[in-house]
């Protein structure tokens, strides 16, 4: 019996539209047309002499459209793929278990494959190689180890830190490709794409205001959307304007550029109560509430991106574009910048 939880209701209708609006194809795409047309290049090739494409790596920032680069992957090879992640692996054994199912042709999706355990990892450069595992039977001065022939495959692993992955996992990638956020236009087209498979009758001031505010990234643009045709349900608008699309996005607390309640917590907490910096992320994460993982995956990278925070040895600090989006001056230390920050230890490193 499968242990997957299947939800009911609103979630599930959710999760539906969400997957309804997933491109199929490399046409269907928009954005990062020099990855697509590597890919293009890559998968042609190997369709050409009927063969299995080279291993597969996409890295960049999660929302930029990774799982669905290796959906299509899966459908431009007419091939079945098989999802799982790298934190489900934890053992050499989950792994073999995984590649010794698998069929010629098939794809195999590794998502977040950064968090694999060492032990699968080392069994992974075998199988990527060579398409063979060897399997360890018995313990001790008694054990042998049995190789086991697999299918060839194509590999597609995803990850949002391709600095943690080993260089011999690296190697073995055929084709490695980095995702960039969107630009303005391509989120507008992506929005305008989504709304008419919603069935959403949408302005076109609409669109741009929430492209303006989706940082750059198709997931969040997709979620402002449905968060705006809610709203404009609610109060019986027929066609979503700019005005609608204003009120709903300030419900939810998304300011005109992106910044969310958590980016505005951070920047807010590091600005007021440790006058701009420099504090560790340990304690800015405790100051709002948070974990420093959520700290660091969510809210700096935007945060960094638009120059209104720093990442110094010291700790992080508030850049005078930072305390200026809050509507404050900025101190002279933030707009002339400060020799300390840059160069001494960060406690929360230290530890």
Do not use: C
């Amino acid at each position: 019996m499968s242990d997957r939880v299947i939800d009911n209701g609103a979630d599930d209708a959710e999760r539906v539209a969400e997957l309804a609006l997933r491109p199929k194809s490399l046409t269907e795409f928009v954005g990062q047309l020099r990855v697509r047309d590597q890919l293009d290049l890559l998968l042609s090739a190997a369709k050409q002499r009927k063969s299995t494409a080279d291993h597969i790596l996409f890295s960049g920032p999660p929302g930029l459209g990774k799982t669905t680069l290796a959906m299509i992957v899966a459908t431009e090879m007419d091939s079945p793929i098989r999802i799982t992640s790298g934190p489900a692996i934890q053992h050499a054994g989950d792994l073999a278990s995984i590649l010794s199912s698998l069929v010629e042709g098939e794809i195999l999706f590794l998502d977040e494959i950064h968090r694999m355990s060492r032990p699968a990892e080392e069994m992974l450069y075998l199988a990527m190689e060579d398409f063979r595992v060897d399997v360890i039977v018995g313990k001790g001065a008694g054990a042998t180890s049995i190789p086991l022939e697999l299918p060839h495959f194509t590999l597609v692993g995803a990850t949002t830190r391709a600095g943690l992955l080993p260089s011999p996992l690296r190697d073995r990638f055929g084709f490695t490709a980095q995702l960039d956020f969107y630009e303005a236009d391509e989120i507008s087209q992506i929005i305008k794409r989504s709304a008419d498979l919603l069935e959403i009758n949408i302005d076109t001031t609409a669109v741009v205001e929430i492209a303006s505010r989706s940082r750059g990234t198709p997931r969040v643009a997709n979620r402002l959307l449905r968060r705006v045709r809610d709203y404009a349900q609610v109060n019986n608008e027929k066609l979503v304007k700019l005005e609608h699309a204003k009120s709903a996005l300030e419900i939810y607390e998304v300011d005109q550029i992106g910044l969310d309640r958590l980016d505005k917590s951070v920047l807010t907490a590091l600005i007021k109560n440790f006058n701009g910096g420099p504090v560790g992320v340990s304690t800015l994460a405790m100051a709002v509430g948070e974990e420093i993982e959520t700290i660091e995956s969510l809210a700096e990278p935007f945060l960094v991106r638009m120059g209104f925070l720093a990442r110094t040895p010291r700790g992080r600090i508030a850049t005078a574009a930072g305390w200026s989006h809050l509507g404050l001056k900025p101190p002279l230390s933030a707009q002339i910048g400060t020799d300390a920050t840059l160069f001494d230890q960060d406690p929360d490193i230290a530890q």
